[in-house]
């Protein structure tokens, strides 16, 4: 029987998760459902220097915004906690051992200003087989004087004891097999005795192996680090329970050159968080996808799309559609170009296709503070007639503030070519028309208003257009029967009026 899934997402809470943490948690996520496994959430934090407050909430904020959860984390809690590294102190120390016993590792007592003269004395230095006999470690001194330095508190740290010319093999799902010697790797430090921590790469292996993950899935950032994570699972004697890697492919700027960068969003309009974030020290705040009026669907599907296709011409994918398609032979091996026109299309595609109930549930908030109080009903007949203008629900009250406050002005240039001479005149018999109407339908009200156009040899650009300012204010709009459906017969009524008031006979009076 094969083994049950279990993936990671392993963040630092270092700051505002990048967009792109929120790809690889995705990806995470499609390979977990798909294969019937568990989808973790491991927050990484045992740098304490780089903490960052608030991060950690945030995390959790955005997976429960994306309506993605977790099987397992430290919110949850599950069978492998706990899921914050700061709490599992105590767990890493045992394998740090273990490695020093074995004599995988060693301890070493250079100082930061030995390391500094030796990097200045041999060009392009590093800690390995080539030079670690000539520093100040446990292979080179006596083992009493290692024992009393330590005893005497002297501080120190584990170092990996990498042998050279070994070839490693890194078995990725999207890379294939990656080799890489041993020869080119230093030996990395492990733990530190000064804050009695392991280092970021021992924790990494110690907890992917404690909390059974099979796949580790995660940036391409991380592909340098991945032969060390291989020669500490071997080290370890782990080597049958390595997991399989997958190292996804970079996000670049929209440009193609180089990695996506918070600077770009804000040179080119556009959030790299998904949700707002205030950084705690300055105070500065960066946009996010949810309060740019991204919704959850469209950030994820538009996500997916960045370093994996279908293969085939479907773009539109629900969260579920995507968990059956997924998969790493599919993902790139090149660099995923960020694309803001394609966030939006996404986000217009998901307006489309949202309920209109549903659309003017979230109008709503905007229309209370413009201190618009009106039924459910309206507000979702009005969206469903201009969701197809806009990109975001924040755009829905330019697009429609005609439906819920009469026009106080008049477009000039519209006034100048569609207000004749003639207009009100007509507009008045219009308004005698509308007035006989018992049924104010939108197929009703067109009917009778054409046959009166057609009757009385009148122009029907004309009428409609004089009719729409009237309305309106300006050219622009739904089907014009449309609209007086919803706003009802008397407003219609009473803004056909306003206009002739207000524009009266001579064009040249308009308000604006
Ligand atoms: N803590 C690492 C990060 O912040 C995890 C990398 C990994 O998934 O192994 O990205």
New binding site residues.
């Given amino acids: 029987m094969l083994k049950k899934r279990r993936v990671?997402?392993?963040?630092?809470p270092t700051g505002p998760l990048h967009i792109g943490?929120v790809r690889?948690a995705l990806y995470n996520y499609l390979y977990a459902k798909q294969q019937g496994g568990d989808f973790i959430l491991r927050i990484?934090d045992t740098d304490s220097t780089r903490f960052v407050p608030g991060a950690e909430e945030y995390i959790q904020e955005t997976f429960d915004w994306l309506e993605l959860s977790f099987d397992e984390s430290p919110e949850k809690g599950g069978a492998y906690g706990p899921y914050r590294q700061s709490e599992r102190k105590e767990i890493y120390k045992k394998y740090v051992d273990y490695l020093l016993e074995k004599g995988a590792a060693y301890i070493a007592f250079d100082t930061p200003e030995e390391l500094d003269a030796k990097r200045s004395e041999i060009p392009n230095f590093q800690y390995d087989a080539s030079t670690r006999e000539g520093m100040r470690n446990s292979l080179t001194l006596p083992e009493s004087e290692t024992q009393s330095l330590i005893d005497n508190g002297t501080q120190y740290v584990v170092r990996i004891k990498v042998s050279p010319g070994v070839d490693i093999l890194v078995n990725d799902m999207i890379r294939g097999e990656v080799v890489i010697n041993s020869s080119v790797l230093d030996d990395k430090v492990i733990y530190k005795s000064a804050d009695e921590l392991p280092t970021?790469h021992l924790a990494?292996v110690v907890d992917d192996r404690l909390m059974e993950i099979t796949h580790?899935i995660?940036?391409e950032e991380?592909l340098p680090?991945a032969p060390l994570h291989v020669w500490l699972y071997k080290s370890l004697g782990w080597e049958e329970n390595m997991p399989q890697f997958a190292h996804l492919p970079l996000l670049l700027k929209p440009d193609g050159k180089g990695k996506l960068s918070k600077r770009d969003g804000d040179r080119l309009g556009f959030p790299v968080f998904p949700l707002e974030w205030t950084d705690p020290v300055s105070g500065e705040i960066s946009s996010g996808y949810r309060e740019t009026g991204y919704l959850p669907d469209a950030v994820i599907n538009f996500l997916a799309f960045l370093g994996w296709n279908p293969g085939t011409e479907q773009e539109i994918f629900s969260l579920d559609e995507l968990v059956q398609a997924f998969s790493f032979d599919r993902c790139s091996k090149s660099g995923a170009k960020f694309d803001v026109e394609k966030a939006k299309w996404y986000n217009h595609q998901y307006i489309l296709k949202m309920e209109d109930d549903k659309l003017a549930e979230l109008f709503e908030p905007i229309l209370v503070e413009k201190g618009i109080k009106v039924p459910r009903e309206k507000v979702a007949g009005v969206v469903s007639l201009v969701k197809d203008r806009i990109h975001f629900v924040n755009e829905l009250w330019d697009q429609s503030d005609y439906f819920f406050i009469a026009p106080e002005s008049y477009d000039e240039k519209t006034v100048r070519k569609r207000w004749k001479e003639d207009t009100p005149e007509h507009m008045r018999q219009l308004i005698g028309l509308i007035q006989q109407m018992n049924d104010f339908s939108a197929g009703n009200q067109e009917e009778i208003v054409m046959e009166w156009i057609q009757k009385n040899g009148l122009h029907t650009g004309n009428i409609m257009n004089a009719f729409r300012l009237a309305v309106v204010g300006e050219g622009k709009g739904p089907h014009m029967f449309n609209i007086t459906e919803i706003i009802g017969k008397e407003e219609t009524v009473e803004r056909l009026e306003r206009a002739i008031s207000l524009l009266g006979e001579n064009k040249e009076t308009f308000n604006h």
């Fill in positions: 990671r997402f392993a963040p630092s943490g690889t990484e970021y990494n580790v995660r940036g991380w680090s």
